[in-house]
């Protein structure tokens, strides 16, 4: 049995709160020491690679990968922000992206539309930019561009103390590094990301690095949510991903109370072997849910085209706005207009004709501002996405 202790961190005695004394937690460097059993994670990784290279073949075999990947990503945007307890649906995210007001409070909208912004700035500067502390901060800054975040230092790494769990420090459940060590552990956590001497699988490298950052809990809000963006980042900058396909939150939701059991053991006992093979079994189901979803969306479309085709009231029009409506499930007739460019009459013939084929609905019920939702598309996407109940 190896020992493990080398691999737990140190608790420190840090300053006085409130009159309060509390221990805060500095982790051990990565990589772990004693190195990783990698027999035991050897099968799983096996399957995960090959969970993960047919999702990544379905990027090649859509006919618009770029369509799935824009809804794939606001299907995680709204899943990891609800983990983080926001309330706001895929069809609020839609609306609101529609200028239509949500069913939920703005402000959840708001900040899954900024989860949206954050990934895709930090996957295009991906493109000429290593993945730094920098490039954290700078995603960071995207992140919390709301009216919740932007009083929780957007773009910098805290100053104070923060916790998790319970009301000040001396209480809660867990108390990452203090202040004073923090940049000692973000400059360790940096160059384990670029130390071309590790030589580790880019998904374990993805498992420790997630795990790592969530402990050092860099800013005073968000880490959650950038800490599951790193996994993405991470395997697609190692090449395990040409499209950023892969998002555990859906996983991570639903097993949430182990997750957080698994962040808290990995803390307490060194055991990062039930860690690793928690997350790979995680992306052996995403992965595979993925790519089931990407074949049902294939076939949808595939089979309304075809519905259409046969229809007698195939026209270019038509076409058009069912095209529209992979990119825009949820859309109003002045977006639809503007994006066919024909005129109103001929966009609410080609709607009502879609309307009459079953493949659309109108959702609002009035004479104006009609919003239509291509149900069958949204109802594929929404699996798994409902809020949580409170």
Same mark, same amino acid.
Not at 13 to 20: F, H, M, N, P, Q
Not at 126 to 149: C, D, F, Q, V
Not at 158 to 180: D, Y
Not at 230 to 249: A, D, N, Q, R
């Given at each position: ?8 961190? *140190? ?8 009159? /309060? ?5 500095? @982790? ?5 020491? @004693? ?22 073949? &379905? ?34 995210? =839609?609306? !609101?992206?529609?200028?239509?007001? @949500? %069913? ?19 996957? $295009?500067?991906?493109?000429?930019? @290593? ?25 910098? !790494? ?24 923090? &940049? ?5 956590? /940096?160059?384990? =990301? ?27 809000? %968000?880490?959650?949510?950038? %800490?599951?963006? =790193? ?53 052996? /189901? ?39 409506? *992979? ?27 879609? $309307?009459?084929? %079953? ?12 919003? !239509?939702?291509? *149900? ?15």
């Amino acid at each position: 049995m190896t020992n493990k202790n080398n691999r737990i961190g *140190q608790y420190v005695k840090s300053a006085i709160v409130g009159g /309060e004394a509390y221990n805060a937690y500095v @982790p051990a460097n990565l990589p772990p020491d @004693p190195p990783l059993d990698m027999e035991v994670l050897y099968p799983l990784l096996d399957q995960a690679s090959t969970a993960l290279g047919r999702l990544d073949g &379905m990027s090649m075999v859509l006919p618009d990968a770029a369509l799935f990947l824009y809804m794939y990503v606001r299907k995680e945007a709204v899943l990891s922000s609800q983990i983080e307890g926001t309330q706001s649906s895929l069809s609020d995210l =839609l609306l !609101f992206e529609t200028d239509e007001a @949500p %069913g939920v409070p703005m402000g959840d909208v708001t900040e899954v539309s900024c989860y949206v912004a954050a990934m895709d700035y930090g996957l $295009e500067r991906l493109k000429e930019l @290593p993945l730094s502390l920098r490039l954290l901060r700078e995603i960071h800054t995207k992140l919390m561009n709301n009216a919740r975040g932007g009083h929780k230092m957007p773009g910098e !790494f805290r100053s104070s103390q923060n916790w998790i769990g319970g009301s000040r420090p001396g209480k809660a459940l867990f108390v990452p590094p203090p202040p004073e060590r923090l &940049m000692e552990t973000l400059g360790a956590f /940096e160059k384990f =990301l670029h130390d071309d001497k590790v030589k580790l699988p880019a998904l374990i490298k993805a498992a420790l690095a997630h795990v790592q950052f969530e402990t050092i809990h860099p800013f005073l809000d %968000g880490n959650g949510r950038l %800490g599951r963006l =790193l996994i993405t980042f991470i395997l697609c900058i190692e090449g395990v991903l040409k499209e950023p396909l892969l998002y555990l939150s859906l996983y991570l939701k639903t097993n949430r109370q182990a997750y957080y059991d698994h962040l808290q053991s990995v803390r307490t006992t060194g055991d990062w072997e039930s860690w690793i093979t928690f997350f790979l079994t995680g992306v052996i /189901e995403v992965a595979n849910q993925a790519t089931e979803t990407a074949r049902a969306i294939l076939a949808l479309f595939n089979q309304d085209r075809t519905k259409i085709a046969s229809s007698k009231k195939s026209t270019k029009t038509v076409l058009a706005i069912h095209a529209y409506l *992979q990119r825009h499930p949820v859309a109003n007739t002045t977006r639809i207009k503007e994006a066919c460019k024909v005129s109103l009459p001929t966009i609410l013939r080609g709607l009502a004709t879609l $309307e009459a084929l %079953g493949i659309v609905r109108e959702a609002t019920g009035k004479g104006r501002h009609k919003i !239509f939702v291509y *149900q069958a598309y949204l109802d594929i996407l929404n699996q798994g996405t409902e809020p949580f109940a409170r």
